[in-house]
């Protein structure tokens, strides 16, 4: 049985967010406007957190879909189920949002099967209706209703990409990693290590960074730099703090690990 989709409620927090642009404004335009946005970027830049934080901003629930090569439309979009003898109808998280607003955020959404974009398209286009042909029904998109979808342009194949079609229905914002002294700060702030300790460990990112699309299919993305400045403020000796999180995670690879265990030491020490 597959797990429930449920809807996460961020307003009555604001999420932390650092601004690089003008992103915060094209996404509350878009909001205002009833655009469709589309967040692209590499893994753990912040495109979910942005998601968040301007969820709580704009003061809207947030139902949030992490897609998978299974989920398909009916997990959005609801089925029948047996409950207590009868066949109830249940709303999925998408047909939840519609009805009753807010922003439904698709999460990396070219994992999905191919169905759950086209469920997606009278969303994205002047009607705003999503039709339920199981229940006969066709909704139409309230105002304060958003729908968002996110993925990473540098890990699609030729088997899971946004079709043109689909793509050219959205808005799109691109999103990158933090300058250093933003990255540094930002670190520092969510694990709780000084500044001067987490420079180090964004320095070693950077140097991972550079050789994506050579030894590395992806670099280290801040969620990581997080995780090892959060075992180091924990105590974990910094060599093995930078095994765990931003070397381990990136290849399976001994050689490769050989590599990058080298340039941490080269710039780490």
Same mark, same amino acid.
């Given at each position: 049985?597959?797990?429930?989709?449920?809807?996460?409620? #961020?307003?009555?927090?604001?999420?932390?967010?650092?601004?690089?642009?003008?992103?915060?404004?094209?996404?509350?335009?878009?909001?205002?406007?009833?655009?469709?946005?589309?967040?692209?970027?590499?893994? %753990?830049?912040?495109?979910?957190? +942005?998601?968040?934080?301007?969820?709580?901003?704009?003061?809207?629930?947030?139902? #949030?879909?992490?897609?998978?090569?299974?989920?398909?439309?009916?997990?959005?979009? %609801?089925?029948?189920?047996?409950?207590?003898? *009868?066949?109830?109808? #249940?709303?999925?998280?998408?047909?939840?949002?519609?009805?009753?607003?807010?922003?439904?955020?698709?999460? @990396?959404?070219?994992?999905?099967?191919?169905?759950? #974009?086209?469920?997606?398209?009278?969303?994205?286009? *002047?009607?705003?209706?999503?039709?339920?042909?199981?229940? %006969?029904?066709?909704?139409?998109?309230?105002?304060?209703?958003?729908?968002?979808?996110?993925?990473?342009?540098?890990?699609?194949?030729?088997?899971?990409?946004?079709?043109? $079609?689909?793509?050219?229905? +959205?808005?799109?914002? @691109?999103?990158?990693?933090?300058? &250093?002294?933003? @990255?540094?700060?930002?670190?520092?702030?969510?694990?709780?290590?000084?500044?001067?300790?987490?420079?180090?460990?964004?320095?070693?990112?950077?140097?991972?960074? &550079?050789?994506?699309?050579?030894?590395?299919?992806?670099?280290? $993305?801040?969620?990581?730099?997080?995780?090892?400045?959060?075992?180091? &403020?924990?105590?974990?000796?910094?060599? *093995?703090?930078?095994?765990?999180?931003?070397?381990?995670?990136?290849?399976?690879?001994?050689?490769?690990?050989?590599?990058?265990? @080298?340039?941490?030491?080269?710039?780490? %020490?």
């Amino acid at each position: 049985m597959k797990p429930a989709l449920h809807a996460i409620d #961020t307003a009555p927090s604001f999420p932390s967010y650092t601004p690089t642009g003008n992103e915060c404004a094209l996404f509350e335009h878009a909001f205002r406007h009833r655009l469709p946005v589309l967040l692209k970027g590499p893994t %753990g830049c912040g495109k979910t957190r +942005f998601v968040a934080h301007m969820a709580a901003r704009l003061e809207l629930p947030l139902h #949030t879909v992490a897609c998978h090569d299974d989920l398909t439309a009916a997990d959005l979009t %609801g089925r029948y189920l047996l409950k207590g003898g *009868d066949t109830v109808w #249940t709303d999925g998280p998408l047909t939840r949002a519609v009805r009753e607003g807010g922003i439904c955020y698709l999460d @990396e959404v070219v994992e999905a099967r191919k169905d759950v #974009t086209v469920v997606l398209h009278p969303l994205t286009d *002047d009607r705003r209706i999503l039709p339920l042909e199981r229940t %006969g029904e066709e909704l139409t998109a309230p105002d304060g209703f958003m729908l968002v979808v996110s993925y990473n342009p540098g890990y699609q194949s030729l088997h899971k990409a946004l079709k043109p $079609s689909t793509r050219q229905r +959205f808005i799109a914002i @691109e999103f990158g990693f933090l300058p &250093a002294e933003q @990255e540094i700060a930002v670190v520092a702030a969510e694990s709780g290590l000084p500044p001067e300790r987490v420079r180090p460990l964004v320095a070693l990112a950077h140097r991972l960074r &550079a050789l994506q699309d050579h030894d590395l299919e992806e670099g280290v $993305s801040t969620r990581l730099l997080v995780y090892c400045a959060t075992l180091v &403020a924990a105590g974990t000796p910094v060599a *093995d703090a930078v095994l765990a999180a931003m070397i381990e995670p990136l290849t399976d690879d001994a050689d490769v690990k050989a590599a990058l265990r @080298e340039v941490a030491r080269a710039v780490i %020490g």
